[in-house]
């Protein structure tokens, strides 16, 4: 008889990598600790519990990179999915389910599989060594004693415990007339000219104009179990720092020493914004010491404020809230693998993604690896050109750990999004006038329908991954 393989944690993501694993013929042993151990948000027995918002966002497969996720996590057999189409409710172009009946259907289908057994207990610490091929996914609220065993094994400094994101853009909505490329002082990077950041220059009043404008704008409040987590010095919000004083943020993420407007070498900044590359085939660039606890509106508002930001499209909006997640780029290999103990895989929120859908994908994928080596298979990873490909390649190297220690350092939890996909040409696209036929959503769509046609192919060689 094949040997067992333990999923840990019966989340979305716990959930969907034992069905995938027992939809290849493989047994699992799915450790889930409640209600033996409730945490702090989780209100039931239920696996694939859903305890923030019911909406899987948006279903658009064919402009939207979230639709898209689901629909190659559809045809590659996920249950999630399954269950999600099955109890969804009306929200127009989103996906929002009954998320007890939701739950209750994912629970369903686990506790009947033949092949899946749950063990209702905690795993406290790393698995025993006879545990040979084991998935952690425990999410973003690890128990503490499982959480400090994979500090330990990973290096005290691998895993965070509080998120502090600062707004990530898409490059081509920067009005480059406005902003220039350098780095502070002309400092060169191992693998950079001088020009490693983009810059957006502010004046005095633009500069006042904006203190004045995030002092005032509305906050998001921390859930209970995050009120007594003090901040972390070294990460402040930009509006903690704007209270302590109007020229906090001039002297700090904002100062604009040993920099030259390329447009204007004439006239001095008073302030500048900085963006650092976030990936590897710089499409998206994150906003340099600008974690946020504003509400995503008010950040949309605010930030556009800021010269050659005005028309800045976000694929990441800025947070601060208690999660738990590892620093995967450089822990893990491209199996999902760590690299200082292979014989556990991770998925879910705790490899860096953000959201329901994002977290599942992540335990799909972490199945089908995990199924196809214990039945001695090659399986090799989605393509790069998929929204599965890409958020993997995101947490395995895409966020350039590989060459870049401090952009490593740097890796935040991650929502899918079009700027993570390798590029497209679009240059001889056909456009027309109106939001749906301009060159952006022709981009999209072509994005699309290249990474549904490259996953069938995928598919098509799969061991564990094909729809049933």
Sequence with gaps: MTEKIHVIGGGLAGSEAAWQIAQAGVPVLLHEMRPKRQTEVHQTRALAELVCSNSFRSDDSETNAVGLLHEEMRRAGSLIMQAADLHSLPAGGALAV??????????????????????????????????????????PLTSPDLAHAIQYVTGETELAFFDAIAP????????????????????ESLDGDGADYINCPLDKQQYETFIDTLLVAEKSAFKDFETNTPYFEGCLPIEVMAERGRDTLRYGPMKPVGLTNAHKPQEKPYAVVQLRQDNALGTLWNMVGFQTKLKHSEQVRVFRTIP???????ARLGGLHRNTFLNSPKLLDAHLRLKADPRLRFAGQITGVEGYVESAAIGLIAGGFAAAERLGLALSPPPRTTALGALLHHITGGHMAATDEGAARSFQPMNINFGLFPPIATSSMPHSKGARNSKAFQKKRALSARALADLDRWLSGSVSMAAE
Aim: glycine share 4%; hydrophobic share 40%.
């Design 98 to 139: 009954d998320r007890d009946k939701f739950a209750d259907e994912v629970t369903q289908q686990i506790e009947s599989h033949p092949l899946i057994m749950i063990i209702r207990d905690e795993v406290s610490g790393l698995p025993p060594p006879h545990w040979d091929n084991v998935i952690v996914a425990t999410g």
């Design 168 to 187: 990530i853009v898409y490059l081509d909505s920067l009005n480059m007339d406005v902003c220039w490329c350098q780095s502070r002082y002309d400092r």
């Design 308 to 314: 050659g930001l005005e028309e800045a499209d976000f």
